[in-house]
């Protein structure tokens, strides 16, 4: 009991639940790896290796999701978001996507900066990899801040 108290309370997991709670905002069914950027967001060694921060990538996202639904020949400009209900409780297993799986397995060490170095790692057409395009991220900086001595 102790030690699942412990876990629940690292880093890492507070990442993942902000990334939980970042798909739950979106009214996203699933966690997919956009959210686990998101939740990364949440931790400031993330943030300041990555120099983004939640808002612009929030508004990335968002950018992403009006493009794709345009290629789809649906207009959502002016339109506002439809309130989404927050669902509180466990995700399921099965409510991780594969790649997002995938992600959290590789996260070696299990910390906020293994899952951004697994994150750097996945190619396009990936959420992830699409996000941090759109927010210009340039992925070997990144590496080299997290390899730093100073690294989050």
């Known amino acids: 009991m102790v030690l699942d108290r412990l876990i629940a309370k690292s880093p890492f997991a507070v990442v993942v639940t902000a990334a939980l709670?970042?798909?739950?905002?979106?009214?996203?069914?699933?966690?997919?790896?956009?959210?686990?950027?998101?939740?990364?967001?949440?931790?400031?060694?993330?943030?300041?290796?990555?120099?983004k921060n939640l808002d612009e990538a929030r508004a990335?996202?968002?950018?992403?999701?009006?493009?794709?639904?345009?290629a789809l020949g649906i207009e959502v400009e002016g339109l506002r978001?439809?309130?989404?209900?927050?669902?509180?409780?466990?995700?399921?297993?099965?409510?991780?996507?594969s790649n997002a799986r995938a992600a959290?397995?590789?996260a070696k060490p299990r910390e906020p900066a293994g899952l951004l170095r697994a994150l750097l790692t996945v190619p396009p057409p990936?959420?992830?990899?699409?996000?941090?395009?759109?927010?210009?991220?340039?992925?070997?900086?990144?590496?080299?801040?997290?390899?730093?001595?100073?690294?989050?």
């Open 21 to 51: 709670e970042e798909s739950r905002r979106r009214g996203d069914r699933r966690l997919g790896t956009e959210h686990l950027l998101l939740g990364l967001l949440h931790d400031p060694g993330s943030a300041r290796a990555l120099g």
């Open 60 to 70: 990335a996202l968002d950018r992403l999701d009006r493009v794709a639904l345009a």
């Open 104 to 106: 959290v397995n590789k």
């Open 81 to 97: 978001p439809a309130a989404v209900p927050v669902k509180r409780g466990r995700l399921s297993p099965g409510a991780l996507t």
């Open 126 to 152: 990936d959420p992830a990899a699409d996000l941090l395009a759109e927010l210009g991220v340039d992925r070997e900086a990144v590496r080299r801040a997290l390899d730093s001595p100073n690294a989050p």
